[in-house]
């Protein structure tokens, strides 16, 4: 399928986020209509009708106070029975007033029982409260008029009713406005659970919807990647997703193709190589082998017919022959690190390092050298290039001694996964501005007259070391004489034990 055809990630990205956006603003949405219904019924109740019920309640209590003080003026005649009276009709003038005005709002219908209630307290002063605390007065004597107190005191009775009957239509609204507050508290309770069951469902549909369209597919290309990293190059890259992740999958395969013509190339040119180092240890060594030869046969045919300059310029000519035949087959040596590959064994360093010091044993005991060596590790890699590297490290210790004869220290220690191995003399040192040079071919930092060599040893200790993974530089912290470190990767107990 063409990758143009395929939904960009921002898009599908896009797609999911704006799903989730529309589900959680209609939940939002549901979620406030309810608390807007549970604001209308908690006004209802805490503001209307509750506070209506009780200014009535405050109306029948006001009537009580009334009566009472109607009485008690009536059985004493003294005149601060009255102030009750008058404070209570107070009272009632604004409760019956603010029960008016909260009804509007919640019960138009019950305003016509507040008008009643009021014109039966009107009737009622009238007719008995009024009409006593004049006669009292009259007379300046508590006075009982039974007729007058029984009449009173039946509308008085009805008037308590029927303010009874209001409060108790006010109480069953209350009740309802509870059940109703209730209910949509409820509603909401109910609908924020949803809310969030469904940002669960949606958080987790949204999840795996992305796993398969973003997350597997560059899974997908990540292992198939590594398949091609680890040496696989034949390996197709193949990878589904939006159009990024095929886009760059198919960059990664076409980087991949391009690596495996680089590769066909690069084989070609080994084995370009390799035929070049057949000609060079043949082809090239033979006319070496026969100046030196004739050049011997010349010196030894007309030994004390030529000159000193003579016979000096034949020496010459032996030596360099020589001299080039070691340096080809040192380059021989130094190109086939890393090139002509064996299987890595498990390699006992202090077998390695016994077989580097017994062929050095004519130079050990000519030169009153001592080594000194510690308990070394077995690591994994080729036992011939290892070799190399302490038998270039220890010529050269046993090389440049100073006047003291030499003394080679050779350490170990562990250091988390790798061995860092030290290899250290007493002997003229070598300055830190040449650290580096050092380990670059044919740097050398001595005339051979003075010190004989083709100044490739120590670049290929490098090689050799960076081939086993490991690495290896000049230590210029130290004292007097030359220390180099180098490191190799630690073998672990269970893979020499399968061993």
């Not at 004493?76 to 404070?87: M, P, V």
């Not at 007379?139 to 303010?163: H, M």
């Not at 064994?345 to 060596?373: P, W």
């Not at 006047?403 to 830190?432: L, M, Q, Y």
Request: charged share 25%; proline share 2%; hydrophobic share 45%.
């Amino acid at each position: 399928m063409d990758y143009r055809t395929r939904w960009p990630a921002s898009r599908l990205l896009v797609a999911a986020v704006a799903i989730l956006i529309i589900v959680c603003a209609s939940a939002i949405g549901g979620v406030a209509v309810a608390l807007m219904g549970l604001t209308d019924a908690r006004t209802v109740l805490l503001d209307q009708v509750g506070p209506a019920r009780r200014v009535v309640q405050e109306v029948d209590g006001a009537l009580v106070d009334q009566e009472s003080s109607v009485r008690g003026f009536a059985l004493t005649a003294k005149e601060e029975f009255l102030d009750g009276y008058r404070a209570g009709q107070e009272v009632e003038a604004d409760a019956l007033a603010e029960a008016r005005r909260l009804l509007t709002e919640v019960r138009p219908d019950l305003v016509a029982r507040v008008d009643a209630i009021s014109r039966l307290t009107a009737n009622w002063r009238a007719e008995y409260a009024e009409r006593i605390v004049a006669q009292i007065r009259a007379a300046d004597s508590p006075q009982v008029d039974v007729a007058g107190t029984e009449r009173g005191k039946e509308v008085f009775d009805n008037l308590r009713g029927a303010v009874s009957t209001l409060e108790a239509e006010l109480a069953g609204d209350a009740a309802r406005a509870r059940t109703d507050l209730d209910a949509v508290a409820d509603q909401v309770l109910f609908l924020v659970i949803g809310l969030g069951v469904l940002l669960v469902v949606i958080i987790t549909a949204v999840a795996v919807v992305l796993y398969r369209i973003l997350i597997r597919p560059l899974s997908v290309l990540a292992g198939q990647v590594r398949e091609v990293s680890s040496g696989d190059f034949e390996h197709v890259v193949e990878t589904g997703g939006p159009r990024e992740t095929v886009m760059l999958g198919e960059d990664v395969d076409a980087m991949r193709t391009r690596i495996l013509r680089d590769l066909e190339d690069l084989r070609r040119s080994n084995s370009e190589l390799e035929q070049f180092a057949y000609v060079a240890s043949h082809d090239l060594q033979e006319p070496l082998r026969k100046v030196a030869s004739f050049c011997q046969l010349l010196e030894r045919r007309y030994s004390g017919q030529l000159d000193e300059r003579g016979e000096q310029y034949l020496r010459f000519a032996v030596d360099g022959a020589k001299r080039m035949q070691v340096l080809i087959n040192d380059l021989l040596a130094f190109s086939r690190v890393g090139r002509l590959t064996r299987e890595h064994t498990l390699v006992d360093l202090n077998e390695t390092l016994a077989q580097v010091l017994d062929s050095y044993s004519e130079v050990i005991e000519r030169t009153g050298a001592t080594i000194e060596a510690a308990e070394l590790p077995t690591v994994r890699g080729e036992a011939s290039l290892l070799g190399g590297v302490f038998g270039n490290l220890v010529s050269n210790a046993l090389k440049f001694h100073g006047e003291d004869p030499p003394v080679v220290r050779i350490g170990v220690e562990r250091t988390d996964d790798h061995w860092t191995f030290t290899v250290s003399d007493n002997g003229i040192g070598i300055d830190a501005e040449y650290a580096e040079r050092i380990f670059v071919i044919f740097q050398r930092l001595h005339h051979k007259d003075d010190y004989p060599g083709t100044g490739i040893g120590l670049a290929m200790c490098r090689k050799i070391i960076e081939y086993h993974g490991g690495t290896i530089w000049l230590d210029t912290g130290g004292g007097t004489g030359t220390t180099f470190k180098f490191t190799l990767p630690a073998v672990e107990d269970t893979e020499e034990s399968d061993e």
